[in-house]
T-cell receptor, first 118, second 116 residues
Framework: DAMVIQNPRYQVTQFGKPVTLSCSQT?????MYWYQQKSSQAPKLLFH???????NEADTPDNFQSRRPNTSFCFLDIRSPGLGDAAMYLC?????????????????FGPGTRLLVL | AQSVTQLGSHVSVSEGALVLLRCNYS??????LFWYVQYPNQGLQLLLK??????LVKGINGFEAEFKKSETSFHLTKPSAHMSDAAEYFC??????????????FGQGTILTVHP
């Protein structure tokens, strides 16, 4: 089945130690998103890739970076994790088409990676 | 600009009772509207979506929602709650152009509890 895969499901890191979370998709979608979700809150968009174009949200800290080496993979790098970065990180994908106007497709989410910072 | 308001952060129903989760939206362009469900330590699963076709949308697990433009609402309903429906539900709106293109704005979520 086509899907969005996130690894690992649980990640423990130390304060200040760089960490990378990964996302892959078999949907062949051209847009990939990274969200941060803290306990009892809605997901918050960090950034997204529209094809190879990177789009950062204005309030995303510089501590968060992303890479998309190809259509299938996208990585979230946290350069110096702080205690406040402990959260669930969700990857999502969507497909956009243009046919006399853009169509927004549904965002499909992976299972998430829960990050714990010690 | 777009926004979503979910009325009630917690809703509790008895098994077999009607489920009604409220969502109101604000959007300067015709919206796409979504309901997602999230089980503990899981990602978001799409329940249903409105994309300017039929105003009554049927989704998975017996859920449906009705788009009411005059009320700017997209409430989620299910005639008979099941224990397995206990989860957190998010309403979301997607813009149709400009800087909000393709981006989801989520409501704060509603936790549904189902009692035996």
């Amino acid at each position: 089945d086509a899907m969005v895969i996130q690894n690992p499901r649980y990640q423990v890191t130390q304060f200040g130690k760089p960490v990378t979370l990964s996302c892959s998709q078999t949907l062949n979608h051209n847009v990939m998103y990274w969200y941060q979700q803290k306990s009892s809150q809605a997901p918050k968009l960090l950034f997204h890739y529209y094809d190879k174009d990177f789009n950062n949200e204005a309030d995303t800290p510089d501590n968060f970076q992303s890479r998309r080496p190809n259509t299938s993979f996208c990585f979230l790098d946290i350069r110096s994790p702080g205690l406040g970065d402990a959260a669930m990180y969700l990857c999502a994908t969507s497909r956009t088409r243009s046919s006399g106007g853009a169509d927004r497709e549904t965002q499909y989410f992976g299972p998430g990676t829960r990050l714990l910072v010690l | 600009a777009q926004s979503v308001t979910q009325l009630g952060s917690h809703v509790s129903v008895s098994e077999g009772a009607l489920v009604l989760l409220r969502c109101n939206y604000s959007s300067s362009v015709p919206p796409y509207l979504f309901w997602y469900v999230q089980y503990p330590n899981q990602g978001l699963q799409l329940l249903l979506k409105y994309t300017s076709a039929a105003t009554l949308v049927k989704g998975i697990n017996g859920f449906e929602a009705e788009f009411k433009k005059s009320e700017t609402s997209f409430h989620l309903t299910k005639p008979s709650a099941h224990m397995s429906d206990a989860a957190e539900y998010f309403c979301a709106v997607s813009g149709s152009g400009g800087t909000s293109y393709g981006k989801l704005t989520f409501g704060q979520g509603t936790i549904l509890t189902v009692h035996p």
